[in-house]
């Protein structure tokens, strides 16, 4: 187990040109595609190309470059990737870095998570949208194939359904196409800059942090620190590149993201010298909706760009969807959202797909572009919570910083840096709430509630403080090996074996012992009480063992890392196996089986459905969320599912859920009174006619 977990950070370490074209396809698809969006976005902010100056164009550039070099550049590449978890990057697995520091951190982690879901939502509809707006009005083979918005929102819907659609046959064949195209994006972005920077190289005087500063303060930028909205669109991809870390490794970011950030820079300042060469002319000033990134490109290139573009802009969709079900299956690991069905599509490493996750992001894109219809309507509203989400980034940034040896000072004053302008940022997207950016605020709320939910009902279960009995395993011993030795009760089965989690003094739960002893005695060789214990590192695969003593009472602690699939069954007879080898347990042959020299037994699997018994005395607020909690879990994947028990003997029994003052319901004898005609009091328990 050392070993792979030394290759895969040895892989994680290692730079190599296979390694950066997989970055490149990989990591940037969001920030990649925002050159189609952001001028076009700051160019409608400000009332038009005739209400733009090249002091405004100049300045725009520049808090472009600022903002990707004060926030891509310093705080994601340079400081963030360092905070990864055995190569693992993304606000979770900082969080499992930093969550034995404090317990109130969960909350930046839930937030962040939740924003970060919420905002991605957006990035597939808006990507895919402008690129298809690339196509409207443009001649190929004498016909206008896309010649009205309508036309590009119903051809945006179907990219995007048959996209969502091939998620559930694996995306490994089509993955391996993602580093070179994206290679040929780039390189096209440069080119087409560079061709139109070498008519004005005086632009490049925009990298003077000046015009960034005076475009801020200047009357002729109508929206004054609000432009800092439509700036922040060159960025959204940040979060994004932190969390693809474990994809790609750490040095291929570092080794990829000059040449990424010189080529989004130089097409850049392609579209503000050419927008400063047509702000005067009529032609364009008359144009709806444009779109400098496409205008720009001559006519003769104008539908290899698009068709660039519309690939350009399915990867980072596709890199969007993929990053959301990873992100969700940390935090369902994590017990931060209930679990979901999951699938592995193919035997590619990581290739994940969540049926629930890719529907409901389908719809709501689907919803997104029908409700917005225009590119630059998505943009207005685009990058409100990613906002949020950097800023949780930066709470937990600064715990991890207090656990490494830098200096102490100087990390305060770094975190305070981020936290000013991530919040200057966050006031100046402010805007956007009406403008749309309700859409993705209210999503990331519902997600919120369902972590709290989640999260505080557990809680709200597991708090012995309210009548909850725990019983020590130790006290039955006894008659455990008694059952377990009784001919006189039928064999129930071979290997008993009960998911619980086991508290200080051996202590479980009351319901486990009264399932095997009092409901229906069950004779069995072996208990076994197994917990699930998910650890701060991604891919542990380690477990411990005590017998009590006894060759009939076994505990099992499984230590799997957030990313690992939780095969409980897989991973039981692996350690029955290795503990007859040893010794610890005697061998079970089986007369019946088809299996030759058989030695390990049957198993049965014994899950505890919890019900929220009427008895249970809360204020309302905690009871609700313990209902809700408990209607999540119903709707959601099954215990069996989940612990990779489908193919298992399983058996679920319903225990009451009591919680709180419990209430005195007890009869009371009285005395039957003479007087009184029992015969005329209504019967309740009647049935009716």
């Known amino acids: 187990m050392q070993n792979s977990l030394d290759s895969k950070k040895n892989l994680h370490n290692k730079m190599s ?30 009332g038009g190309l005739a209400h733009i100056s090249t002091d405004f164009i100049l300045g725009s550039v520049s808090l472009i470059f600022w903002t990707l070099t004060i926030i891509t550049t310093t705080k994601y590449v340079l400081i963030a990737l360092r905070a990864d978890n055995n190569g693992e990057g993304g606000i979770f697995a900082l969080y499992t870095l930093v969550r034995k520091k404090a317990k109130w951190l969960i909350v930046p982690a839930m937030i962040g998570g939740a924003t ?20 409207k009005g443009l001649e190929i083979n004498h016909h206008i194939l896309i010649n009205s918005q309508h036309t590009v929102v119903i051809v945006t819907i179907v990219i995007l359904s048959v996209l969502f659609f091939i998620q559930r046959f694996g995306t490994e064949a089509l993955g391996r196409a993602f580093g070179p195209v994206m290679m040929v994006w780039f390189t096209s972005l440069a080119v087409a800059g560079l061709y139109r920077l070498a008519g004005d190289w005086s632009f490049l005087r925009a990298l003077n942090p000046y015009y960034a500063i005076k475009t801020l303060f200047s009357t002729e930028n109508k929206n004054g620190i609000f432009i800092l909205g439509s ?15 474990g994809h790609v490794g750490r040095n291929n970011i570092y080794g990829s993201w000059p040449y990424v950030k010189i080529c989004l820079l130089i097409n850049y300042l392609g579209q503000a010298v050419w927008l400063n060469q047509v702000k005067g002319l009529p032609a364009y000033q008359n144009i709806q909706s444009l779109n400098p990134f496409f205008e720009m490109v001559p006519a003769q290139f104008r539908l290899a760009m698009t068709i660039i573009a519309t690939l350009a802009a399915i990867i980072a969709s596709q890199a969007l969807i993929s990053g959301s079900y ?27 797909y969540i049926p629930a996750v890719n529907n409901i992001i389908w719809v709501l894109c689907i919803s997104i572009v ?13 990058g409100l919570v990613i906002t949020i989400t950097m800023l949780m980034t930066t709470v937990l940034l600064n715990a991890w910083l207090s656990t490494t040896k830098h200096n102490p000072f100087f990390s305060k004053i770094i975190i305070a840096f981020f936290l000013a302008i991530e919040s200057i940022f966050l006031i100046s997207n402010s805007v956007k709430f009406f403008e749309g950016g ?10 919120i509630m369902i972590m709290i939910i989640w999260q505080y009902g557990e809680l709200l279960k597991n708090d012995n403080t309210f009548h909850r009995e725990y019983v020590s395993l130790l006290a039955y011993k006894k008659q455990l090996k008694e059952l377990s030795e009784d001919d006189s009760m039928p064999l129930y089965t071979t290997n008993l074996v009960y998911l619980t989690k086991i508290h200080d003094g051996y202590k479980v739960k009351k319901d486990i012992l009264y399932s095997i002893l009092d409901k229906r005695p069950k004779r069995a060789k072996v208990y076994w009480f197994v917990t699930v ?30 990313r690992m699939e939780q095969k409980v ?5 692996q350690i029955v196996n290795e503990m007859m080898i040893k010794g610890e347990l005697p061998r079970q042959p089986q007369t019946y089986t088809t299996i030759p020299d058989r030695s390990v037994g049957d198993f049965s699997f014994v899950l505890i459905q919890e019900v929220l018994s009427p008895d249970t005395q809360l204020d309302n607020l905690k009871k609700n969320i313990i209902q809700a909690r408990l209607w999540m879990q119903r709707y959601t994947v099954a215990p069996a599912t989940w612990f990779g028990l489908s193919y298992s003997d399983v058996v679920v029994e319903r225990v009451p859920l009591t919680l709180g003052q419990l209430r005195s319901d007890k009869l009371r004898l009285v005395q039957r009174d003479p007087l009184i005609k029992y015969d005329d009091v209504e019967n309740t328990d009647e049935d009716e006619e």
Do not use: H, W
């Not at 970055?23 to 969006?37: E, K, Q």
């Not at 935090?331 to 599509?345: D, G």
């Open 17 to 46: 040109f296979a390694g950066i074209l997989v970055a490149l396809g990989v990591v940037y698809g969001d920030i990649g595609t925002s050159p189609m969006y952001t001028m076009s976005s700051l160019v409608a902010g400000n």
């Open 116 to 135: 970060f879901l919420s905002d991605g939502m957006m990035t597939p509809a808006v990507t895919v949208t402008t690129a298809v707006e690339g196509l």
């Open 231 to 245: 700036i922040f669109l060159a960025t959204t991809g940040a979060e994004a590149l932190y969390s693809d870390m």
């Open 326 to 352: 990873t992100l969700v299956s940390e935090a369902t690991k994590l017990k931060l959202l209930p679990r979901l069905r999951m699938i592995y599509p193919t035997n590619f490493k990581g290739q994940l």
């Open 370 to 382: 029908l409700y917005f219809e225009t590119s630059e309507r998505m943009a207005g509203a685009y």
């Open 438 to 447: 309700y859409v993705t605020f209210t999503i990331a709320c519902i997600l």
């Open 533 to 562: 214990n998910v650890t701060d590192k991604p891919y542990t695969t380690a477990y411990s063992v005590d017998t009590f003593g006894t060759d009939y009472m076994v505990n099992v602690q499984l230590y799997l890392g957030f």
């Open 569 to 573: 069954n897989f991973f039981l007879r």
